[in-house]
């Protein structure tokens, strides 16, 4: 049976869509709190998944709030104001709670979710190389690089060799420039010439098994959706689980995975439950 034909289709609210699961092994799921603790990263985030690629003015009431587990205190007035402030996002003129993304807060919001990425941006086709030897004795600069690296979608390819398609060489250099570290790091910009991509793929970023968890995502989604919660309370598991998953996929464009990729799939099929459950 081929993954289309295994389809189910699911009745929520008397509107019918189609979610790919297989429903013969029932799923239990966890609700697992959205894992973000950036009030920045929040926003922003919750700016783009409300909207997506228009950068549509989004209302941060009390409804928003809830589902990413914000409020607006002084803290997350002064958090928005500093985005303001950065370019990163634009306030409504004619609604004051309102908030749109703008092109350089989604280049922040890409480094924490480069899935999001070739969502609006055309790939270049350029592969980015980033190689380092920390010693050990200078764990903490390898800890520290390793954390602000997690969302690049880089990936292992040999020893010390790490690999993406996304364009970081510039907040590489803004990072690590005039820093202890700069003198561990050597970088570089190639095209693919020969070999096979899908092993390459397969090899670095592990393609089948994140396959495999996307699978796991829409059981987990089904089961929510199943449930007796109310509609803003569906949404944020939603979007809980999703965001698991998203600080997980490494963004790869559809040069390089194909359209029919699972990933695309699931923001599709992730827009259409918002409609559903933020009508």
């Given amino acids: 049976m081929t993954f289309k034909q295994r389809q189910t289709k699911t009745v929520l609210n008397k509107t019918v869509f189609n979610l790919p699961l297989d429903l013969k092994y029932p799923v239990c799921y966890i609700v697992i709190h959205m894992a973000i603790k950036e ?34 205190n002084q803290k997350t ?26 092109d350089k807060g989604f280049a ?7 899935f999001f990425r070739f969502l609006k941006e055309k790939w270049d086709g350029k592969w980015r190389i980033i190689s380092y030897e920390i010693p050990e004795i200078k764990r903490e600069i390898r800890d520290r690089l390793r954390r602000e690296m997690q969302g690049w979608g880089l990936g292992p ?62 059981k987990k989604w089904h089961e929510i959706l199943s449930s007796g919660d109310e509609k803003v309370d569906k949404f944020k598991k939603v979007i809980g689980e999703y965001v698991n998953l ?21 923001w599709n099929i992730f827009k259409e439950i918002r409609s559903i459950l933020l009508s």
Avoid: M
Avoid at 46 to 68: C, H, M, P, V, W
Avoid at 87 to 96: A, L, V
Avoid at 108 to 114: I, N, Q, R, T, V
Avoid at 177 to 187: D, H
């Fill in 39 to 72: 009030r920045r990263t929040k926003i922003l985030l919750a700016l783009y998944s409300l909207s997506g690629a228009e950068f549509s003015f989004i209302n941060l009431d009390e409804r928003t709030q809830k589902i990413f587990n914000l409020s607006l």
């Fill in 77 to 102: 007035r002064g958090t928005i104001s500093g985005l303001i402030k950065e370019g990163k996002i634009e306030k409504s003129e004619d609604n004051q709670s309102q908030y749109k993304l703008t």
């Fill in 108 to 114: 922040e919001l890409c480094l924490e979710f480069p």
């Fill in 157 to 218: 390819w040999h020893r010390s060799f790490w690999l993406t398609p996304h364009p970081i060489i510039s907040t590489l250099k803004s990072l690590t420039s005039q820093k202890e570290e700069e003198k561990f790091i050597q970088a570089f910009e190639s095209d693919h010439v020969y070999g096979e991509r899908d092993i390459l793929i397969e090899k670095v970023w592990g393609k089948t098994v994140l396959d495999k968890s996307y699978r796991e995502l829409f």
């Fill in 246 to 266: 998203l600080r997980q996929d490494p963004g790869l464009p559809k040069e390089l995975i194909g359209d029919s990729w699972i990933g695309f799939e699931g």
